[in-house]
């Protein structure tokens, strides 16, 4: 290692979007590598409105490797990021520096440390895929660092070991986990099915649900599921491999219909499944079961899909309409029967892409209150309120993949310190 003066640090920062999967990962059939007993599907979500960025640093003054989550400091000791980081390192190259005069050889990885900072622009707490957009963001960053020769799909299979979901995340657009056959794990990984520009119609709304209950999580819900339910081994080897295909067709040809279809149908096998775990798992609450209540009843009045829903270990719905018109006519349904607290203002209680609420005519808190009831439940009187149920909306698209930032101003560590900024 060349080094000229031994106090400097070397950095990198990437960002990484969340997804959403509308075929549902749920169960390991190896705990160790997490590998799945099925394929799952998800859409990429804009990293404008969820994502992760994260910033890693090298530097010899570094005497162990540390990470900072939304700026406090997090163990790096449990197995899943002592695997990714492993896993990276033994694949790092060769990196330099020729402005700072820096030279790390390849054998020089294992001994420098790493100190690595990650924020999520979304509430960690709202109980929405951190870990996929947090993992996925951390190994494709230190591989930037480390100036990894390995294409994505390689990369995705080392975010899959810090949490399945996660390597989803490595491809915008539209994105298939192919379980893989081998024991090793080397081809379970995220293959990209089409990018965020092949279907650019879809507007996504996701219902932040109020909930004070602890969840069950993912990884130990799906554990019970493997062990107890026989209805997830017709789901692994019967069902999803059909229903994956067919998504894969629903998508090419942009087939809201069955894409919509699809989408609904595996969201309530995988809660079906929660509840044929022993003792059985219940991610939904009251209000999820009343927003697909709602679609459903909306659907069914079309007489064509307008709207898909899909829920994952959690209370939140996740909502996808097939363009801005639809998820305009959806987002007053759900401000009708779901309107803020007396507290809170619009701007809060819509993020994300606001445009939609101009479409929907909704401007102000007076606009929710004097909403008209939706035509497939006017004739049924007494229609519901449900006030403060829902926290808030989030208003997104289907987006792009990780990218790294250059702009350094945009990094989370200190250029000469490696610490926090
Ligand atoms: C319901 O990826 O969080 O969101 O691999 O154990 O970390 P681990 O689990 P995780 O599980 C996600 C489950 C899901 C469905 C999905 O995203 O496919």
């Not at 209950?213 to 491999?241: C, N, W």
């Not at 803020?340 to 808190?365: C, E, H, R, W, Y």
Request: glycine letters at 6%.
């Amino acid at each position: 290692m060349v080094e000229k003066g031994s106090e400097w640090v070397v950095m990198a920062t990437g960002r990484s979007p969340t997804n959403i999967a509308v075929i549902k990962y749920w169960g390991k059939r190896d705990e160790n590598l997490i590998l799945p007993i099925n394929d799952s599907i998800s859409l990429t979500l804009d990293p404008l409105h969820l994502s992760a960025t994260t910033t890693a640093a090298v530097s010899p003054s570094f005497t162990r490797d540390r990470m900072w989550l939304n700026g406090k400091e997090i163990s790096l000791s449990g197995e899943r990021y002592q695997k990714c980081l492993r896993e990276i390192r033994r694949r790092a190259n060769e990196v330099s520096d020729a402005e700072k005069g820096i030279v790390i050889k390849k054998e020089d990885w294992e001994r420098l440390h790493v100190h690595i900072s990650s924020y999520n622009n979304f509430p960690t707490a709202a109980g929405l895929a951190s870990s996929a957009a947090g993992f996925a963001c951390l190994v494709f960053t230190l591989a930037k660092l480390m100036n990894l020769k390995d294409d994505l799909g390689q990369i995705s299979s080392i975010a899959r070991q810090g949490s399945g979901s996660a390597c989803r995340s490595l491809y915008g657009g539209f994105v298939k986990w192919a379980m893989g056959n081998n024991t090793d794990g080397s081809d379970s990984l995220a293959i990209q099915l089409a990018e965020e520009t092949h279907w650019t119609d879809l507007v996504i709304i996701i219902a932040v649900v109020s909930s004070k209950q602890k969840e069950t999580s993912s990884t130990s819900g799906m554990r019970e599921s493997v062990q107890t339910s026989a209805l997830i081994k017709h789901r692994a080897e019967t069902v999803v491999p059909a229903r994956t295909l067919k998504m894969e067709e629903a998508i090419t040809n942009r087939d809201f219909a069955s894409f919509a279809k699809l989408t609904c149908a595996d969201s309530n096998q995988f809660h079906a499944v929660c509840l044929d775990t022993s003792p059985p798992i219940f991610y939904m609450n009251d209000t999820s079961h009343r927003i697909i209540n709602l679609v459903e009843k909306w659907n069914i009045s079309e007489g064509t899909p307008q709207v898909a829903y899909t829920f994952d270990a959690g209370p939140n719905a996740v909502l996808v309409s097939p363009n801005r018109k639809t998820a305009a006519l959806l987002l007053q349904r759900l401000l009708f029967h779901f309107p803020p607290n007396k507290d809170i203002n619009l701007t809060s209680f819509v993020v994300g892409d606001k445009t939609i609420l101009q479409d929907a005519g909704v401007t102000s808190m007076k606009d929710i209150e004097t909403l008209e009831p939706p035509p497939e439940i006017k004739d049924k009187v007494p229609y519901q309120k449900f006030m403060g149920d829902v926290s808030y909306f989030i208003c997104t698209r289907v987006g792009s993949g990780p990218k790294v930032l250059t702009d350094e101003t945009l990094a989370l560590l200190d250029p000469i310190t490696g610490l926090p900024k």
